[in-house]
């Protein structure tokens, strides 16, 4: 049993968790490092592409403001995100962003022995511990890149949630891999929120719902691709029995109707494609910052995965909680590590971004870097 009352199971061994992975750290995102003073930093740490949303979405957005006087009707945007993912209308269940669908899982679902794999999003965890669950921790170690192996999660475990691609690491799992975890009596939980920013959506397990063992959830954001943090609109895919279930713990009309518009809209053939085409773009602009990073090995930068596939980077150094403040007197803003569950002081996330800010930052870590002290 850890300090702050989860259970860990380290995989290869490994020990308890570090400091400063308390409920209240379970609970800091990349949002604070832009608040208040923060705000006028170049911020790499949020995962939210830039230029969003787009006009023609906002344009969508404003004209939805005339029906606020009408109650929200959720059928039109459920219907289209069935069919965005060739689902029917009953496995589909629009949430206040992802992170609602994290409680209404932890407050609808038994389970006696839920695991989370970690390093990733805080709040699956905060969740279920928020609903009184004594969550188990699988640890997934740097030396391995970060990546699950399915024998990494305890047998008995009847309640498993993982993301894909993970949040902070950036390493997309295979989904067979993903797929080998769900079995009779588990429900397996897989976190996409990114995962529309992969081109082709690789390692989406949406197209095996129907075919799993077991109960099979999948969780999509709007947050991230098209810059809606502000309007809390997301979605949960599973069975019809587990929507119902889920459902039954939402207030009435419990998302907003603007919200409900942008699900709508963001499922339609013209927006499918522009998502793809900002994935492809996120793949070049992540393979820039890759070379520059590169340049800068020499200084102790290392980088999390040697194949990462989300809009974002997990970068370690030994004094990466110091050059993350130099980062900030420099203008720039990067995620911490430290809060993340196997994680430590030795890592930052920072969010992919064009080519042009790409190029500032790195210089600007480069000379950060040369400022170190030597030893120390």
Do not use: I
Not at 134 to 159: I, M, N, T, Y
Not at 207 to 234: E, F, N, Q
Not at 296 to 312: K, N, S
């Amino acid at each position: 049993m850890t300090a702050d009352g989860t259970t860990a199971h380290a995989t290869g061994g490994r020990g308890a968790q570090a400091p400063g992975h308390r409920a209240a750290a379970l609970r800091h995102h990349g949002d604070v490092e832009v608040r208040g003073e923060g705000a006028a930093l170049t911020d790499l740490a949020v995962n939210v592409r830039t230029g969003t949303p787009p006009a023609w979405l906002k344009e969508r957005l404003a004209a939805s403001l005339d029906s606020l006087a009408a109650y929200p009707d959720s059928g039109p945007a459920r219907r289209a995100v069935a069919t965005r993912h060739g689902l029917a209308e009953e496995q589909v269940l629009l949430t206040a962003g992802a992170a609602e669908a994290f409680v209404l899982l932890a407050r609808a679902l038994r389970a006696r022995h839920p695991v989370v794999v970690h390093p990733q999003f805080t709040e699956p965890e905060a969740a279920l511990r928020d609903a009184g669950h004594r969550v188990r921790r699988v640890l997934l170690r740097p030396e391995r890149a970060f990546r699950l192996e399915p024998g990494d999660v305890p047998e008995e475990a009847d309640l498993v949630v993982v993301g894909n691609p993970t949040n902070p690491t950036s390493v997309l799992h295979p989904a067979a891999d993903l797929a080998r975890l769900a079995r009779t009596g588990r429900t397996l939980v897989v976190d996409e929120a990114f995962v529309d920013a992969v081109p082709g959506e690789r390692g989406s397990l949406v197209g095996l719902l129907d075919t799993l063992p077991g109960r099979t959830v999948v969780l999509r954001s709007l947050t991230k691709t098209w810059g809606l943090a502000g309007l809390r609109v997301g979605y949960v895919l599973s069975d019809p029995d587990t929507v119902r279930t889920l459902a039954a713990h939402q207030p009435l009309w419990p998302v907003s109707a603007p919200a409900l518009t942008a699900a709508q809209a963001c499922s339609a053939p013209g927006a499918l494609a522009e998502a793809e085409a900002a994935a492809h773009r996120f793949t070049r602009d992540r393979a820039h910052l890759l070379e520059r990073l590169a340049t800068l090995r020499g200084a102790g930068v290392r980088e999390a995965t040697p194949e990462p596939q989300g809009p974002f980077l997990l970068v370690g150094h030994p004094r990466a909680a110091t050059v993350r403040e130099r980062l900030r007197e420099s203008g720039f803003a990067v995620r911490r590590g430290d809060t993340f569950p196997g994680l430590g002081a030795a890592w930052f996330r920072m969010a992919v971004r064009d080519r042009a800010t790409t190029d500032r930052f790195t210089a600007a870590l480069g000379e950060v870097l040369e400022s170190l002290p030597a030893g120390r």
